[in-house]
C-alpha cells in the first residue's frame, strides 16, 4: 500500500459562498448539481460560457459555514467577476479567502481526520481539504506528475473558452450532471451527450523523451488525429480524435507516440472509422 503523500496546491485557490440563496445561485450556473451537496462533500464542476465552451473548472465543498469554491489560483479574480454579474437579487456572498488548498494521494478517505473530501473524479487521485494546517510531504509538481500517470486532464489542457467540457472528459469524470436542471451551456453540453460518441477527447500519450511543444501534431499515417497537451518527460495528454487513434500507429514530429488508455475510459464507446 502506497503511503499517502501532502502537497500544497499553490496554482489553486478559494471562494466562500455563503447566505440562503448559495445552493440555488450556483445551481443554475454550474455544470454539476449543487442542491443535493450534502456536508462533508466535494463535488467537480465547470462554469460554461453561453455557447457550452469550458471557462473555468471548480470543486464546490459543502462545509458549516456555506460552500467553498476550489478554483484556478490564476483565474479567481475572474471567475468572483463573473459571478458577481450573475449574482442580481440573489441572497449570496462571494468572497475570497486565503485557505490554502491542499491534495492528499493516494488516500484512504474513511481513515483520515475531519477536513478532507474525497475527490470526486477518482479515488486514486485521493482528497482536498482547505485551511488545514498540514506539513507539505510532497510538492504540487509531484501531485500533477500523478493526475498525469492516471490520465486525468488539468486546467492547462483545456485552457479557457477553448474547448468542451465532454471534450475534457467532464462527463467521465462527475462533472457534469445530465439530470439537473439548467445550467449556463446546458444546450450545447445536452445536445453533445444526446448525440451519442463523442468525436473528441483528452488522453495520455506515452513516447521516449521529452514531452512534444504544445499544440503539436498528432498523426495517424498522414491524417491529423489531435493535438499535444501538457505534458513531461515520457508522458503527456492530447486531444484526439477517436476515430482516428484507436489501433494507428501515431507519430508527433516524427517520433512515435502511443495512447495510453486510462482504466475510467475504457467502457467509453469509440466512433466508427
Known sequence: MSTPRIAHLDSRAVIAVTGPD??????????QEIETLAPGEL??????????RLLYDLFVAA?????????????????????????LRAKVELVASDSAVLANFPAHVDEMEAGWFADPRLSALGARAYGLDVAATATEDDY???RLTLGVPGPADWGTDRTYPIEADFDLLNGI???????VGQETTSRMKRRGTIKNRMLPIAFDGPAPAFGAEVLAGDLRAGEVLSGRDGRAMA?????RVAGAALTVDGRAVTVDWPDWFAATPLPAS
Open 144 to 146: 500533477d506528475a500523478r
Open 43 to 52: 463535488r467537480f464542476s465547470g462554469l460554461l460560457t453561453p455557447q457550452g
Open 239 to 243: 486531444l484526439l480524435r477517436l476515430d
Open 63 to 87: 462545509v458549516e459555514a456555506g460552500l467553498l469554491l476550489d478554483v484556478a489560483a490564476e483565474h479567481r479574480d475572474a471567475i468572483l467577476a463573473r459571478l458577481t454579474m450573475y449574482k
Open 22 to 31: 448559495a445552493k440555488t445561485f450556483l445551481n443554475g450556473l454550474l455544470s
Open 177 to 183: 450532471d445530465f439530470k439537473k436542471g439548467c445550467f
